[in-house]
């Protein structure tokens, strides 16, 4: 462990600044200070000091471990750009629209891969049941294990057994049957190369880790991930806005969100943030109304 920071600064630092990026960066890698202070083998005193701004230029390589565990580029928690690089192979500075937006977050089930309708089909088949009993099954226990209040085991043991199905697997059922909505790639690459860009979703425990393995969300750099299970908030509840303005660390109206769910939307309207309506059935039209909706 690092019980105390060393100095070393060539630059005049702002310590408060810094400590708040730090934080920032922790927060938006979902980790506590004792899990940050872990991995990046720091005191819990250091760590805390550091955020809070009370040590004098921290040492480098501390900011460094923290980079490390975090997985942020140094350069975004120094807000410095190497003297070596040449101005032409900087990266742009992200862009501002003409309405304000800083911060784009994306929904992920009817916005970047198409809803898992077909899954429920697959279970009714396999079931021998209608489809629409599966469904009322589903959304019988979707809230707690969204949550996080139920584990994907209880939620799979308990759906399995009024099913009938034994050794139940939601999220096989799921990955087997979600696809990219088409052109997303490209645009949330274009999203990404211009603004901040995140993921806020209505998700079981452990399904955006695989649907990101798979290759079937947009593999660019999500400043925040915002994922029900784990933060014990859905949308349209509040709290999950709240959560999500945090970790984007801008004001509610430099947001911008982009779901296929008409209730989410009023909910992100009435925290300020601006909104587009997302419509996976015609994602040609939906794209560029987003795009649209970025112009700078």
């Known amino acids: 462990m690092l019980d105390e ?40 005193s250091t760590l805390a000091k550091i955020e809070r701004g009370a040590i004098r230029s921290p040492s480098v390589f ?17 807000e410095m750009v190497s003297k070596s690089v040449q101005a032409s192979e900087e990266k742009p500075a992200k862009k501002r629209s003409k309405t304000g937006v800083r911060f784009v977050y994306l929904d992920i089930n009817g916005t970047i891969v198409r ?44 759906l399995g057994r009024e099913l009938g199905i034994d050794n139940f697997d939601w999220n096989k059922y799921y990955i087997q049957n979600v696809e990219p909505v088409p052109g997303i790639n490209e645009l949330v690459g274009w999203i990404a190369e211009n603004y901040e860009i995140g993921i806020i979703s209505n998700s079981m425990p452990g399904s955006i880790d695989e649907l990101r393995s798979k290759g079937l969300i947009p593999n660019v750099n999500y400043a925040a991930v915002v994922d029900s299970s784990k933060v014990g908030a859905i949308k349209p509840d509040p709290q999950i806005y709240d959560k999500a303005q945090e970790l984007a ?35 040609e ?4 109304r987003v795009k649209k909706a970025l112009e700078f």
Not at 7 to 30: I, M, N, S, Y
Not at 31 to 40: D, N, S, V
């Open 62 to 78: 501390t900011v460094a471990a923290i980079a490390q565990a975090t997985e942020t580029p140094i350069e975004n928690l120094l």
């Open 285 to 288: 039209d939906s794209i560029a």
């Open 5 to 44: 920071v060393e100095f070393w600064w060539e630059l005049p630092v702002d310590e408060q600044a810094l400590g708040k990026r730090l934080q920032l960066a922790r927060k938006r890698a979902g980790l506590t200070q004792q899990q940050l202070c872990q991995k990046a083998g720091l005191s819990y």
């Open 115 to 158: 809803f898992f309708h077909r899954a429920f089909t697959e279970i009714a088949k396999d079931a021998n049941q209608p489809t629409d009993t599966v469904e009322t099954y589903f959304w019988r226990h979707y809230d707690p294990v969204n949550t996080g209040q139920a584990t994907m085991d209880e939620f799979n043991s308990t």
């Open 249 to 283: 660390a801008v004001e509610s109206k430099e947001i911008l969100l982009v779901d296929d769910t008409r209730p989410n939307l009023v909910a992100a309207d009435k925290a300020g943030w601006q909104t587009v309506w997302f419509d996976e059935l015609n994602p």
